[in-house]
Structure formats: C-alpha cells, structure tokens
C-alpha cells in the first residue's frame, strides 16, 4: 500500500508526468498544473495559482472560454487534433487539445481539465498522445486503489473457488499451496492436508515427467507461462485425463521477482472423446469412399472389357493395396486333374514372398477345399490357433500368421476364391473387410458370366451364321442383361456406401448436436456471471483488467454464443443431409410401398447441393419448384429417386457444360408435379441449357450410348431411368430439347399399381 497521502501523490504526478495537463476551476482558475505544462507556456515555476488562463493567453481566452464553459454544461469532453495556433512571436504551431469536466465529493463538476500538446510532427504527436493517456489512466487507476475494499477480494477468492476450471498454486520449488475444488475432484483428491503433501510432478504421468522438465518448466522460468494441451493423472484410479495447461509465475508486483508457480487448466476429455468421434467417422468415410472406388474400377473394366485377365488382376492388386496385405490371389478349383487340384492365376504379393502361381493339389490344402465347395467362409484370424491341422501345416510352411478365403460360384457351376493372407504378424479381419470382399466377389462374378455369355454369343455365330439377326437379338440382350447386372451391383454397393455414411455420421453429430443445448446454456450462464461481476464490481484487480483485454473479453462474449448458434445450425444441416442420404438409400428395397414423390425429389436435390450452390467461380443453379398436391404414390420408392438423381445429374452437367462455354448465363432447373387424368401423375425436370441435337435425342435410352467424356458417362442412367419408369411402373419417359433453350425430361405414372390399388 501506497504510505503517501493524495495530495502527494498528485504533486508526484504533476512533477514528473510528460503531458502538459492543468486542472481549472469553474471560473477558469488555475487549480493545478504539470511542469510540462508550465514549460510549453513560458513558466519556469507558476506565477499563483490564483492566476487566470485568461491572463496567460490573452489572445485566446475567448476560444478557451468557450471550450470551458461547453464543457461545464455539457459533461461532455471537448478534443481537437490539430488547432492552428499562432504565437506572439509569428510562429505557428498546431496544438491537440482535450477539455474534460471534473467531479468533486458531492459529484458536481468542479471545473476543467485541459491537456494540451504541439503535434507539429505526427509520429511524435502520436506518441505523446499514447504516453499522455497512459499517463493519465495510471493516475486514476493509482487513485482508484486506494478506494479497493476487502470485499472485492473475497469475491475474487470465491469467483477462483467456484471455477469449473483446475486452478491451483505451488511455490517456485514445486509444493502445491492451494487447489480448488473443481481441481480436487478432477484429480480425485478429497482434503486440503491430502493436496498440501503433494508436489507438481505428482500431478503427471511417469512417462510425461521428462516433457515437464525439458521444455513446460524451463519455458514457464524463463518466459513466464506455458500453456498447450497435456495430461494429468488421477490419484485414484490412474486414469490419464486430457487437459488444457495453462502454467505461469505469480511475480512481486514491486519487485517483478518471481513468487510462485500457478495454473488454470480445463480438463478437455469431452472435446477430445468428440474429436475422435469426427476422427473416426472421417475415417470410416474415407475408408468406405476407397471401397467404393475398387468396385467402381472393376465395375468400369466389366463395362469397357469382358478380358476376364485383366478384372482378375486389378481386383488382386487393388484388394492387396485397400487392405494393406501381405499376398492376395484368385485361384480356379480343377477338376480335370488327377488328384483335384486349385490352380492360382493371379497374385499380388510382397516382393520378398515365393510366388504360389499354378497348381497345388487339394489334399494338401485339406478338407477346407469342401467348405470352399460349399460356398463357406474361411476366415482364421491367427494360425496358430486353426484347429484343422493339414491346412494350417500347409499355412505355416508358407509362413503365413493370418488368411481368408471367400468362394465364388459361376452360373456355369465353376468354383473359384479369393485369398487373402498375412505373414508379418497376425492379422484380425473385420466384418466390413469381409463385406468388402464379398462386393469385388460379386463384381468377379458379373464378369465372369459376361465372359461366359460372350463366349457362348461367339460360339453360337460361328456355328449358326445364318442366323446373324437372331446373335444380334442375343448381343443386344447380352449388354442390356450386363447394364441391368452391373447397375443392379453398383446401386446395391452404392446404397450400402450411403446407408453406411449416413450411419458413422449420424452416431456423432447426434452426439454434438444433443450437447449444443447444454453448451449454449453452460455459455450463457458464464457469460451472465461475467456481466454480474462486472456490473457489482466495475473496477477489478489490475492484474484481471489485463487479462480481459488479452482474452477481447468482451468481442469473445459476443462472439461465442454466435459461434455455438452456428455449430447448432451446421449440426442441423448435417442431420438433414443424413435424412437424405437415408432415404436415397433405399436403392435394394424390392418392395413396392406407397410414397411421397416429393420426399424422394428433395433428397436428391439435397445430396446435390455441393452442385448446387454458388462458389466464387460459379454462379450457382437455382432451383425452381412448382409442386402439386400429389397423392401418396404406388412404386418402387428407392430406384424412382435413381431416376430422379439420374435426370438431375444431367441437368446440373448440361448446364455446367453452357455456363464454361458462355452460354448459360442464369442456370436453373424447373421441377414441376401435377395430378393427370386416369389416376396418373406427372414429373417434369426442365433446364435451360443449350439443348440436345435432334440426331443425339434418338438414341438417348440406348444402353451404353453417352457424350461425355470417357470415364464420366457410362451410358447406362437413362437406359435404366427408362427401364425403372416404363418397364417396372408401367409409365412413360419422355424427352423434349430445343436447341439454344435447354431440355425437358417428362416422367408419367400411374397412382396405383396393379394388385396395389
């Protein structure tokens, strides 16, 4: 505490302070000045302070007059930047000034307070602008201790206990002083005696101790504080609990030595069992997203070639590559040898295993070969522990830990497997590896009855030429079988993908978005007991001052519950997204149900959206909606929204393709629904790109035709759009396109399906 009185502290201040500032009565008598003050108007010492600025400055007393007695009315401080004045000798100078009222014990204004400074050079005026108000503030916050109370710091000293934070104090060497009680129970500690024989290192983690003392201690003796994510340990159980760390020197005000150690920490195991939660899910995503890209590889090499070699060999390598494996193979059963035999023909393996292409007899396999016969899994996760003993003694001379096996039967009847093995250590398989072995299964097995009905079509034209229109007939039923089978896997896998996305991300924004609610109340209580504080007491420890301006105390008020508004808005977004992509799930259902058009319509649109919406370089489609009142539909709910996502996506391409060409200016698609005669109903999807050529409108539902790129279009989606529409709903397609104004996709159903009316 400060021993001098008032009065001395104000004759210090006006000492030594480098601002000109004066104190004025109400009729503009001098009260007090600052020996700067004095110099910059022509004192060496006051004359009186019964002397008036009038008398001083003769040749401005008006204008200082005004000023003053303004401000004596008004309350109000009255600057000036720059006022042009000129001295008695010529000489120019440009003056900042600043007039403020001061209030006495009756809080009255007692008069003025001027500060005035020559800013004839701008960086200098701005610096002494910057000294004068620090000055100044200094002055009032040293006037304003003295009025601090014994209160205040009871409510600081309740504010720390009651914090939901870990906040505690040690001394330099180490010995815990104070925990509060949040910190207790964080740590498990039950009494003060327990805390007090303690020390910092306690706290930590064996493993964590040498990172405390490298580099957490030496930056927080030698800067000051450290603060970063870390780890405490509870006393009781052991348990390792995250935490912000925040460590830093309690210092002797007067002396700036350091006294003690303190920390506020949070403990931050909710946000963390959050972020592995995302971390997870984004991991299932991408996993499943490489999935995905293995079956559409092989789907596209089926679509492009029936070289059943060259399928083999990519599912191979890419299995090997997705699963990170030592050796995976596909491998035929043989029964035109003596004994049985499996014949391997593709391999994909680490370079430092023996190859097992060609045949190995299957007695030496063992009696897995029957399991395999009979289409049964073998899936051992570690050797040793395989109870049949040839195939595990075969298993062991090739030196492999972990293998399985997944059988495939062609419509010939011919068996073949995939094998998957690891010989660097054991290797559990999952249930989603098996599921995903099962699905390039499926692919190998379409094109493995392409290539055996490709090879019969070529059979039956070398052996029945004359009958060319009757092979033409086949090949044409052969590729629009192929369509069918090869959608009807890709949709399958598809909606399996979806439904398995949706799934991983639904668990976690469930997650954040059922404790939003409780996060924006926990905010608002905060931020209420912030403003509490701040209304009881506006005048708080210097050292808590400091800390609001380091933290924008207030911008984070204002800010957080915005941003907490945001993530809740985002959540929901997320869950609309999910709801979507559920709905568009539902590709497989074989049942026919009765829906609503509309839902089906909106969830394509929203799985569209990243298309959709404008970027910096793209101006966006907007999307236009005329819906009738429709009824609840018959139909096949999951592949009328293939259509709807099929018809979409060429929509969105069409007018992407005029916008880069210049020549969609305002791109928009209209989805219009109405009610028709004969309980039917009516969809139309209209753009307004450049249009089709009547040549290429012709052959728009041929399988396989397409003018995209290669590698963008399959050909397939208005084939199976017209398959779905006509041949399953017993409805109409139809297409109208006029050059230079875009294209119309009309899709006509009836209500109710026979035996569903």
Known sequence: MYTQNIQELLQIFLEHTPVAVAMFDRQMGYIAASRKWLKENGYSQPNSLDSYYSQVFPNFALDWKNIHEHCLLTGLTQKCDAQKIVKADGAVDWLKWECSPWYDANGEIGGTIFYIDIVNNIKDTEEALQQAEADIK?????LEEYKRTEEERRTFVSLVENSSDFIAIATLNGETLYINEAGQKLVGIETKE???????????????????GENIFPAVTQEGRWQGEFRFKHFKTGVLIPIEYNVFTLKNQKTGEPIAFATVTRDISTRKKAEE??????????????????????????????????????????IRDLLQIDRCSFSWFKTDTEPYSWETLKESKHSELPTLLGC???????????MFLNQEILQIDDVEEFDEPIHRNFLERLGIKSEIV??????????????????????????????????VLDQIAIAINQAELYTHSQQATLTATQQTQQVELTLTELKRTQSQLVQSEKMSSLGQLVAGVAHEINNPINFIYGNLSHASQYTEDLINLVKLYQQEYPQPEKII????????????????????????????????IVKSL?????????EMKTVDIHEGIESSLMILQHRLKAKPDYPGIEIIQNYANLPQVACYSGQLNQVFMNLLINAIDALEDGIRKGKVSNPAINITTQILENNRIAISIRDNAIGIEPEIQKRLFDPFF???PVGVGTGLGLSISYQIVVDRHGGELHCNSELGKGTEFLINIPIFQVGNT
């Not at 609001?548 to 609309?576: C, Q």
């Not at 799930?585 to 074989?590: G, K, Q, Y």
Request: aromatic content about 6%; some cysteine.
């Open 194 to 212: 327990e805390y007090l024989n303690t020390n910092i290192s306690d706290y930590h983690a064996h493993e964590d101790l040498p990172f405390v």
């Open 582 to 590: 559920r709905t568009f799930s539902r590709l497989d259902e074989a």
């Open 406 to 439: 997944l059988p495939i039967k062609t419509r010939s009847g011919q068996i073949g497997v995939i094998v998957c093995g690891h010989w660097k250590e054991t290797r559990p398989w999952t249930q989603d590896e098996v599921e995903l072995l099962q699905a």
């Open 277 to 318: 939660a995302l971390y997870q899910s984004e991991a299932k995503s991408r996993e499943l997203a490489r999935r995905e890209q293995l079956i559409n590889i092989l789907a596209s090499q089926i679509r492009e070639s029936l070289d059943l070699d060259q399928v083999l060999e990519t599912a191979v390598v890419e």
């Open 545 to 576: 001052l400091k800390e609001i301006e380091a933290i924008e105390l207030g911008f984070l008020i204002e800010d957080l519950p915005r941003i907490i508004s945001s993530m809740k808005v985002g959540s929901e977004r997320i869950r609309e």
């Open 360 to 370: 190995h007899p299957a007695e030496k396999i063992g009696p897995v070969t029957q």
């Open 706 to 708: 397409t003018t995209k």
């Open 138 to 142: 200094l002055y009032q916050e040293q």
